[in-house]
């Protein structure tokens, strides 16, 4: 087989809210694809098919928290056929026990995305890997995104083959089928940890390949 680039899109759940008023989880996920994109194609006919005959000329794009629950439903089932294609990692944050030090954002998020990112570029790049290319949805704060940046270089400078090729994009969600999926599997994934709803995890469990909690060890509560 050829080598080819591999995808990975990331979406995150959660507030920075480091107070017993916020959430009590902040989860990470990775999703990670190649080309031709599984799901794409189902995704493009049920959104088709929800401006024709569901009544919603205004959806756009798919937003897992946003969507209405038929749609929410729909995209999950559209998704099932294309589970064994798809590799999903996240990693889960129990805020609280966040030291004070890393719970400003622009510390916090880079510092958390590196962890998943390390852990999931172990497993992907390999000899039918001909590049990695990483995609976010859009940081509206130019800091942000130089620190977001920062963090997927060092991850994947730690990790990677020499001369093995990388790219970084920020992309508008809306833009790209991989950041919606992404945004639906993190939904999912936050759902369980947060609210100890499984209904539609169990329903993408099969492309779930990790969730690290990452502060697990830890006993000592700053909150």
Request: glycine share 4%; with cysteine; proline share 6%.
């Amino acid at each position: 087989m050829t080598p080819s680039p591999t995808y990975i899109f990331l979406d995150e759940s959660g507030n920075f809210d480091f107070s017993p008023s916020g959430n009590r989880y902040f989860v990470l996920t990775s999703v990670s694809m190649s080309r031709p994109f599984p799901g794409y194609a189902a995704l493009d006919d049920f959104k088709h098919d929800c401006i024709e005959t569901a009544g919603l000329p205004d959806l756009e794009y798919f937003h897992c928290a946003n969507d209405r629950k038929v749609v929410r439903a729909g995209v999950f089932e559209r998704l099932q056929p294309s589970l064994s294609q798809l590799r999903a990692d996240s990693l889960i944050v129990e805020k609280a026990k966040t030291g004070p030090a890393l719970q400003p954002s622009e510390l916090f998020y880079p510092r958390m995305l590196g962890y998943l990112l390390r852990y999931v570029m172990r497993r992907e790049h390999g000899p039918l890997v001909s590049e990695l290319i990483v995609v976010t949805d859009t940081l509206p704060v130019q800091r942000q995104r130089k620190a977001v940046t920062k963090a997927i270089q060092q991850a994947l400078s730690s990790v990677l083959p020499s001369g093995m090729r990388y790219r970084i994009v920020h992309h508008a969600s809306r833009s790209h089928y991989g950041l919606q999926i992404a945004d639906y599997f993190c939904w999912a994934m936050y759902r369980k940890w947060e609210q100890s709803d499984t209904l539609h995890y169990d329903s993408i469990r099969a492309a779930v390949k990790s969730e690290f909690e990452i502060f697990a060890s830890g006993s000592r509560y700053y909150y």
